[in-house]
């Protein structure tokens, strides 16, 4: 048994280290060499919008990406070379006693570094940067990444280069700026990217908000084609078309039924895959009307009661786009919605009348509560002039009450405040990556420029938590233009989760509002301040948990089956059941299980769905869910079996893959392996060297091994579970030396049969 126990004992030892990548949530240090994408006015006032298209590209194509953001930062509100209120820190080259002439938070790092590319038109690559405090949260590519990220960046910011990479064509063309460190840096890594988003932008009428920003930014949509610069029309967005991620209404709100049998499911819409889970990592609303919201259709019109209908389909639900965004925001994904757009969801209220039939579910208030509007009989009781006694709005139909005279105020939620003049503004929690900028904040007009909670109403944010993050001089809760929150208020945006999460905590969306009708994509930002708003929305796009490594799936494999055959006669033959678990917050999609086979080994029969391919088999597995088990959900794990052939004696590795989708990235769990070992016979009725070979039992019949991935963490955060049942291993931390799989199977086996 001596020489079969060493064999596999050295066989899990060189699968049993974890790397200990930079993860989210804690300071690491960065190696000399590593490359850094400036957020600064400094060195990136031209390309600053183009550096989210760049992030974009390096994650799509495999790179990871650390936003590094020191927690203590602070916001100075003057420019700072305001005299006798300069900034601590200086412009550009730390030492030099250049002051911004413009409002910046602290630098969230010092490193020094030579210039790659510069798109401010000032240096030339190897020029030298000898100590600079990047502010703005800057990106970070760790030195062991720097190789593969080259060619991307290169890519992107060199045209005679996009013949060779079509990727990198875009209509905005403006050079990012680059760094590279000349020394090791120490920086906390707020967020770890490891995913491209998938974005859907709803068509409400404003949709060209949306993909201009997106334009100027070069991030394409999911089929790899720009945005459209104008507005969808007849027919020419949605899926099935070359404008995919343009949603209508009609394909968020999905089957509704007929108005004598409404389709009362919310999760049938284009925002969710046929099997439950969303299709996008985010969807974009810029102006909504709350009048098209109040909208509802029926095919040939509507009857005046429900008691008339004769199986009339709808055709157009406002309410039912806000109980799917709802829905959505089950998942660890993100919305944005500008201008009357905010108002449209917030403020919704299910209306259980016809011709809206709602349900409870229809209900938008996905920051704010609803208050306690004061009970009325009539107009006069309502002591505010801006209210209306309005009969029924309140309790599901129950009750009168004040509401305001405002359409796009009812239901409030959030009234609309006037724009607060720029230089007025309070910036709260620079630390936070939804807030990140430099240089100042312009507003814009609009229907609504900012908004204000409601003391008439007794408004407020749930759980009384801070999700304000630019407001006018008497807020939050008074002229805020920027706020973002988890839905419903389930948890603190601000506070600095650990990666990954605890289990079951903040697995919700988040959602972010932002006041104004249009900013501006215009360079320099520096003289165009109300960029800003442009780059809030784009700060969104990356800080969505489904991009970072703390809402991916982390998918956990097993192979079992024997692993001592014992056949007399050629070919030998076993069956080996692949099993796959999903024990991160975030869902796979167009997952692929596979099993490989080495040389010698064929498949013979496998598990209906399997695809023989030159090397074993492969099952399309569709999406996978995670371990909250929402409603609608598919299961976060399962399995596939084959049955294998093997040609002759001897040892034989078999492994199993997976691949999948998150966002427009393609990620492969860790791929795990198990060796099987066929022999002729059991020398002297027994096995070899007079013992139990760990895939037999004590009468000879042959006992499953389950072998269990040692880093199924697409993450990289060097997190793992396994689960072989009775004999796994206990999940580790980074740096611990596991003794897993094949080894604890042997000897827990062992231990079963004294």
């Not at 290169?154 to 990479?165: E, I, K, T, V």
């Not at 084609?225 to 949605?238: I, Q, R, T």
């Not at 999700?467 to 706020?483: A, E, K, L, N, Y």
């Not at 059991?682 to 139990?692: C, H, M, N, R, V």
Request: charge should be negative.
């Amino acid at each position: 048994m001596i020489k079969h126990f060493s064999r596999l004992a050295l066989w899990v030892l060189t699968v049993a280290f974890v790397s200990n990548a930079a993860r989210a949530g804690e300071e690491q240090t960065f190696a000399s060499g590593s490359l850094i994408i400036p957020m600064d006015l400094a060195y990136q006032d031209h390309g600053m919008f183009q550096s989210y298209g760049l992030i974009f590209q390096l994650l799509r194509q495999g790179v990871s990406v650390y936003w590094v953001i020191d927690l203590n930062k602070s916001w100075h509100a003057a420019a700072c070379d305001t005299q006798g209120d300069e900034c601590a820190w200086d412009c550009a080259e730390d030492g030099s006693g250049l002051k911004c002439p413009y409002p910046t938070a602290s630098p969230d790092f010092y490193v020094g570094a030579r210039v790659i590319w510069d798109g401010e038109g000032q240096a030339n690559p190897g020029d030298p940067i000898t100590l600079h405090g990047y502010r703005g949260g800057p990106f970070v590519i760790d030195a062991a990444d720097a190789a593969a990220a080259r060619p991307i960046i290169d890519a992107w910011n060199d045209q005679g280069l996009w013949a060779d990479n079509p990727w990198a064509q875009r209509t905005e063309f403006h050079v990012v700026s680059v760094h590279e460190t000349t020394e090791e840096f120490t920086g906390y890594v707020r967020k770890k990217m490891v995913a491209a988003p998938t974005i859907a932008v709803f068509s409400d009428g404003n949709e060209d908000i949306a993909t201009s920003y997106l334009r100027a930014a070069g991030i394409p949509q999911s089929n790899g084609l720009e945005f459209p610069a104008g507005k969808c029309g007849a027919n020419d967005c949605g899926p099935g078309t070359d404008k995919p991620d343009m949603l209508t209404v009609e394909s968020i709100m999905g089957d509704m039924g007929t108005c004598d049998n409404p389709n009362l499911d919310h999760q049938n819409g284009a925002l969710f895959t046929t099997d439950g889970v969303p299709a996008y990592c985010q969807i974009m609303s810029m102006h909504w009307n709350v009048n098209d919201r109040e909208k509802v259709e029926c095919q040939g019109g509507c009857p005046a009661t429900q008691a008339e209908c004769s199986g009339q389909a709808f055709t157009y639900h406002g309410h039912e786009v806000v109980a799917e965004v709802r829905k959505f925001l089950n998942f660890p994904v993100h919305f944005f919605a500008e201008c009357q757009a905010v108002n449209a969801y917030e403020n919704t209220v299910p209306n259980p009348a016809w011709p809206y039939l709602d349900d409870s579910e229809r209900i938008g208030h996905y920051l704010t509560d609803l208050g306690t509007p004061p009970d009325c009989t009539n107009d006069a009781d309502c002591t505010d002039a801006d209210f209306e006694c309005d009969p029924g709005f309140c309790d599901n139909g129950t009750r009168d009450c004040c509401q305001s005279k405002n359409i796009k105020e009812k239901g409030a939620g959030f009234l609309i405040a006037a724009r607060p003049d720029s230089a007025t503004l309070k910036v709260f929690h620079p630390e936070v990556p939804y807030n990140q900028m430099d240089g100042a904040f312009g507003t814009v007009g609009g229907s609504e420029p900012a908004y204000n909670l409601s003391d008439y109403l007794g408004t407020g944010y749930k759980n009384d938590i801070e999700v304000t993050f630019i407001s006018g001089p008497d807020g939050p809760g008074d002229q805020d233009v920027w706020m973002t929150g988890y839905l419903d208020g389930e948890c603190d945006i601000i506070q600095p989760f650990l990666d990954p999460k605890p289990p079951a905590e903040c697995e919700t969306g988040k959602v972010s509002y932002l006041g104004g009708h249009r900013y501006n994509t215009n360079v320099p930002l520096s003289s165009n301040t109300d960029g800003q708003g442009t780059r809030m929305f784009l700060n969104a796009l990356f800080e969505a948990d489904c991009v970072t490594s703390s809402g991916q799936p982390d998918i956990v494999l097993e192979l079992s089956g024997e692993t001592t055959l014992v056949s007399p006669a050629l070919p030998a033959e076993g069956s080996y059941t692949a099993s796959f678990t999903n024990v991160g917050a975030g869902t796979a999609l167009d997952a692929a299980l596979g099993q490989v086979m080495p040389q010698g080994a064929i498949v013979t029969d496998s598990e209906p769905g399997g695809t023989l391919v030159a090397d074993g088999v492969e099952w399309e597995i569709g999406s996978i869910g995670s371990p909250a088990a929402r409603p609608g959900e598919p299961p976060n794990q399962g399995g596939r079996w084959a049955k294998v052939s093997f040609a002759d004696y001897g040892d034989y590795l078999l492994q199993v893959r997976m691949r999948y989708r998150v966002g427009v990235t393609m990620l492969e769990a860790a791929p795990i392996s198990l060796m099987v070992k066929v022999v002729a016979e059991a020398p002297d009725g027994g096995l070899e060297d007079g013992g139990l070979d760990a895939g037999q039992d004590a009468g000879g019949d042959a006992a499953d091994a389950p072998v269990v991935s040692d880093a199924g963490d697409p993450g990289g955060d060097g997190t793992t579970s396994n689960a072989a049942e009775g004999c796994g291993c206990a999940s580790h931390r980074p740096g611990t030396l596991v003794f897993c799989a094949g080894l604890l199977v042997l000897l827990c086996c062992i231990r079963r049969r004294r």
